[in-house]
């Protein structure tokens, strides 16, 4: 089943920027594609501004600008763009991420030019009109723009917290209980170590006597405070440090010839000449030769398809 993820149309080539171009994405549409159901929004053409069409541009307070045509400022697009944002973030509520056009006025989610009377930009940047209103109707999903992506660190760390959304919404189906809450927490217990091993405590005691607490509330709190922990990306010395814990439950079950093995590719990959996939490709082999229930549903050793090979360059 691919994961339903809402995405700027140019970003898929379809022809619908201002100039009557697009923005195609290869990563998007030759490798994404295969594990998510892109929706595809372009809140420009959604509000009726036509294909070719006047730029446009964001003016005045950066908190709170306006979206105007950039060489007639009387046209003036910025509620009709917050209200399509605030309308499709009702009807997309199912989405897990979101990803966004850069730079662009609707869509930009950072650094987006905000220009003052003296027709310069300001020195602090904005957010593009639909992206800020469908970020502020889903504060927690997952959402990162097309410029950004090319960087290996945050394209892994979108797609992890775009996963682990995805579990969290098929946890809320599923019905919420104490245990259930627990038993996430414990899957996710390497994956929150390898961002930060302090807030993984911090959450761990946050569920103590879960049964005790309205159920509804806990879960809300939980799920906010984890997403903000999966949203610092995680280090090699945190990488590290959660691999010789998982490497812990091998001690009794490898010769020393395969215990010295491992530990020298893991250092190998403190030392930034291994990727990560190789000590945790290592790891599997292992865990594939001795099994171990706790280790078996980590989500860390796989928070996403092997196929999307994002571990192979960090």
């Known amino acids: 089943m691919r994961i339903r993820v809402g995405i700027s149309s140019c970003l898929l080539g379809e022809k619908v920027r201002f100039d009557g171009g697009h923005k195609h994405l290869r990563l998007c549409s030759e490798s994404l594609s295969r594990f998510f159901e892109f929706v595809p929004l372009c809140p420009e053409v959604g509000i009726g501004m036509g294909i070719p069409r006047k730029p446009i541009r964001l003016v005045g307070d950066v908190e709170s600008p306006q979206a105007v045509a950039v060489h007639d400022y009387s046209l003036d697009y910025t509620d009709r763009l917050t209200t399509y944002g605030q309308q499709k973030a009702r009807e997309h509520s199912d989405l897990c991420g979101y990803i966004f056009m850069k730079n662009s006025p ?40 097309s410029g950004r992506l090319n960087d290996p660190l945050l394209r892994e760390n ?47 005691r946050m569920l103590a006597d879960a049964g005790k607490h309205d159920i509804e509330t806990l879960a809300a709190d939980y799920f906010s405070a984890l997403m903000a922990v999966l949203s610092t990306i995680a280090s090699r010395k945190t990488h590290t440090n959660v691999l010789m814990h998982i490497q812990g439950y091998l001690k009794k079950k490898l010769s020393s010839a395969e215990k ?44 996403y398809p092997d196929a999307l090979s994002l571990r192979n360059t960090i």
């Not at 590719?265 to 171990?292: C, G, M, Q, S």
Request: net charge neutral; charged share 20%; proline share 8%.
């Open 260 to 303: 010295q093995e491992l530990a020298d590719i893991i250092d190998r990959y403190r030392t930034a000449e291994l990727p990560l996939i190789v000590p945790i490709t290592l790891l599997k082999h292992h865990f594939n030769n001795h099994p171990d229930p706790y280790i078996a549903k980590q989500a860390y050793l796989q928070p």
């Open 106 to 145: 609707s869509c930009g989610l950072f650094r987006v030019k905000v220009y003052q009377e003296n027709g310069y930009p300001a020195n602090e940047m904005g957010r593009g009109l639909y992206a800020d209103a469908f970020k502020k109707a889903h504060p927690l999903m997952p959402m990162e723009e």
């Open 158 to 204: 979108f797609i992890t917290r775009v996963y682990a959304y995805h579990d969290w919404q098929q946890l809320l189906d599923s019905g919420l209980t104490p245990h259930k809450l627990t038993q996430f927490h414990a899957r996710y217990k390497y994956v929150l170590m390898a961002h930060s091993p302090k807030d993984y405590g911090d959450l761990g």
